[in-house]
């Protein structure tokens, strides 16, 4: 085990060796094992946005096998989803990529402003199939936010003490915030405080922006003279929020978009300090072998291997 994992473990001594264990496993898997990078591969969109809109640009990606074998053969990390993908081939690839179990999800055929996502899964589930962590999405600035915490605290609780990691998509969205407000670089960094509170060991939130959506923090941020004119700067702070570092914090890699963006991107992530990327859509939506080619090209800048 590299010193740098030791390190990232050491942040987390209130934990049982068995939930150390799993995020060793986390840390020390893929292309970039050991250096306390990771890039997760998330597919939880056939879920969260429907089948066509998530798999019709890569028909293969309607197979949930073909995700499993693109983690593994890009090097990724680990692989997380919802039940119904991860029950169809966490045999068949067993022991291949740790594997993160979303245990609760949302779909759109009712869009309301207040997003509160059902529960879909079990710390059990997650431990039949051989699974190194949970994951859970919570929305703050919801008006059901709440209701979340509540539910991510109990399954928490479970899950470390059958010695599982805890992952949370922490996205903040909801009637409390304005749309520019889901990723205005307060809120982001409000997120990754809150996620960390609630007990989380890794926290995925999104690329913030230089919108301030609070009036009481924009006189904060002005006052202190916060760096946040850069992505590199923001990254920063949203680590910073997240106990000073000592919380790993991973960005996603959102809508599809042009690799030139992404990879400036997840160069300004490096840059900030930020702990890698999970990214979907801009991966299973190409073909297979592009898919693999980008995905490494991703793991490299975070190793430092390319510029």
């Known amino acids: 085990m590299t010193e740098r994992v030791r390190e990232i473990l050491s942040w987390y001594r209130s ?12 840390l020390n898997h893929g292309r970039l094992g050991g250096t ?6 998330p597919v939880d969109q056939g879920f969260e946005h429907g089948p066509a809109r998530s798999f019709a640009p890569n028909p ?18 680990a692989y997380a989803a919802p039940l119904g993908f991860l029950e169809a081939g966490a045999a068949e690839f067993a022991g291949e990529i740790p594997l993160i179990l979303k245990l609760n999800n949302s779909d759109t055929l009712y869009t309301g402003s207040d997003p509160c996502p ?37 399954l928490a609780e479970e899950a ?31 997120a990754a405080q809150i996620a960390a509170q609630l007990g989380a060991h890794l926290i995925k939130v999104k690329p913030p ?34 106990f000073n570092g000592r919380r790993i ?3 996603s890699g959102g809508e599809a978009k042009e690799t030139s963006a992404i990879l400036d991107e997840i160069r300004a992530i490096r840059d900030g300090g930020g702990f890698g990327s999970i990214i979907g859509r801009n991966s299973f939506q190409r073909p297979r072998q592009e898919a693999i080619e980008f995905l ?7 190793a430092g291997k390319v510029k």
């Open 296 to 302: 490494r090209t991703v793991m490299d800048i975070y």
């Open 15 to 26: 934990e049982n060796p068995g939930v150390l264990t799993n995020l060793a496993r986390l």
């Open 36 to 41: 306390g990078k990771l890039v997760i591969l």
């Open 249 to 251: 914090v991973i960005f």
């Open 60 to 77: 293969a990606g309607y197979d949930p096998r073909y995700h499993f074998e693109l983690a593994i053969e890009a090097g990724c990390s």
């Open 160 to 190: 470390k003490r059958k010695g599982l990691a805890v992952v949370v998509w922490s996205y903040p969205r909801g009637s409390g915030l304005s749309k520019a407000g889901e990723t205005a670089v307060d809120v982001v960094a409000y």
């Open 118 to 154: 059902a529960v879909t899964g079990s710390v059990d589930d997650a431990l039949r199939l051989g699974c190194v962590a949970i994951g859970f999405t919570i929305y703050p600035g919801s008006a059901a936010r709440n209701e979340m915490y509540g539910q991510l605290r109990a």
């Open 209 to 242: 922006t230089s919108h301030i959506e609070q009036e009481a923090a924009r006189k904060v941020y002005e006052k202190q003279r916060i760096p946040i004119e850069t992505l590199a700067d923001r990254v920063r702070h949203v680590v910073q929020s997240a």
